[in-house]
């Protein structure tokens, strides 16, 4: 995703294996989808390596030092390419739980209302 127009996904680190069962969707991914991928995100440094004995995986390393890794084992190539399209349009930030349902900056003065208030 961009922000502010740039584009934070810098660099798509794509690990497979080329003898393992678990790689076969990885590797029809290589050799139909990634030229396509590449060519439509020139901003986009994609580097592939070669783990033997390893189950494949997509690394997103983006603008903001954050990383993201997303197992693809098992997976066919459609598959694949949809996870890549996800690294690519997230913007890298960590996953942060809310505490409370609603944000606000003015909370309110007479406290949270509840069923078991007794006039």
Not at 96 to 116: E, F, I, L, N
Request: charged content about 25%; hydrophobic content about 35%.
């Amino acid at each position: 995703m961009a922000l502010r127009g740039v584009w934070q996904l810098k660099k798509l680190v794509v690990s497979y294996c080329n003898w393992g069962g678990s790689s076969r969707g990885i590797r029809a991914f290589m050799e139909s989808e990634l030229p396509a991928l590449k060519e439509q995100n020139p901003q986009l440094e994609v580097v592939t390596e070669l783990n033997r004995g390893q189950h494949p995986f997509l690394k997103g390393l983006y603008k903001n030092k954050n990383e993201r890794v997303v197992c693809v084992r098992n997976l066919s190539q459609d598959e694949v390419l949809e996870a890549a399209t996800k690294l690519r349009n997230s913007l890298g930030r960590k996953v942060v739980k809310m505490k409370t349902r609603h944000v606000t900056k003015q909370p309110s003065v007479q406290g949270t209302w509840s069923t078991a208030l007794k006039l």
